[in-house]
């Protein structure tokens, strides 16, 4: 299949990733949380594409704070978590797992129920060659989301441990926002002889985030704390600050004490 992607930094104090998904053959186009409706907006009219669908990845206002000035542009229909109609206004489909969304004639994106950001948060995992995953705040490069605002942590490890740890090691990962910098140096904190994640730093330091890196689960794998719960170092690290972690923890505990750590950082 044919997809178009455009990553759009929103250049805001929040450091929003937002996207637009075209279909090479028809120029459809889906706008994943236009925050910044007028950039969505732009690139659309850059491309000869034409908004026709919005998908909202859960109901926080820096992913769906967008959606009116783009359907009053465009006409487009909001789609969402089956069960976020009440926090997002004019919902015209709701979404619930295994569900496609199918954008022109080329595109076709799965959706996942990743709840544990929030409990309507969703994924999107393109049918391409190489896949993609839209992880809005479920998965950033190096990290996770929080559980600050309507999540769940035993959620949130019951996604990764079940879900995105399951998929293809070359599928590309697409965040909600650019926290990779800070996030890498939290790996470094917590497992100082990461010597990926280091040199991953000193590359993405100070890059150009309107031509941002994009990582795989395969380079998540290693220098995202969050799906290196097992390792050996990372367990050491944590007893520093966790004296009574068990000698062979299970993978949930070490995932909530790093997020429990991440929270403070």
Known sequence: MSMLVEQIWTNNPYRNFNYVIACSETGEALAIDPLDSS??????????????????????HDHTGGNSAVVAATGAKVLAHAAAG????????GLIA???IKVGKTVEL???D????????????SHTDQPALFSG???FNAGAG?????????????TFSQQLNLLPENTLIYPGHDYIEN????????EPDNTFAAELLQQVSGQDVNNAYVSTLQIERKINTFFRLDNMSVQAQLRTKFPNLPSCPDEETVFSALRELRNKW
Do not use: Y
Request: charged letters at 20%; one cysteine or more; glycine letters at 8%.
């Open 137 to 139: 705040d479920t998965l």
């Open 39 to 60: 950039k969505c907006l732009q690139v659309a009219k850059d491309r000869g594409w034409e908004i026709t669908q919005i998908l909202n990845t859960h109901e926080h």
């Open 110 to 112: 799965e959706t996942l």
């Open 98 to 100: 295994g569900d496609i």
């Open 86 to 93: 009440h926090a997002i206004e004019g919902m015209f489909r």
């Open 146 to 158: 929080n559980c600050h605002n309507g999540g769940n942590l035993k959620s949130l490890f019951q």
């Open 183 to 190: 996030n890498l140096q939290f790996t470094l904190n917590r």
């Open 114 to 125: 990743t709840p544990g950001h929030t409990m309507c948060h969703i994924c999107l995992l």
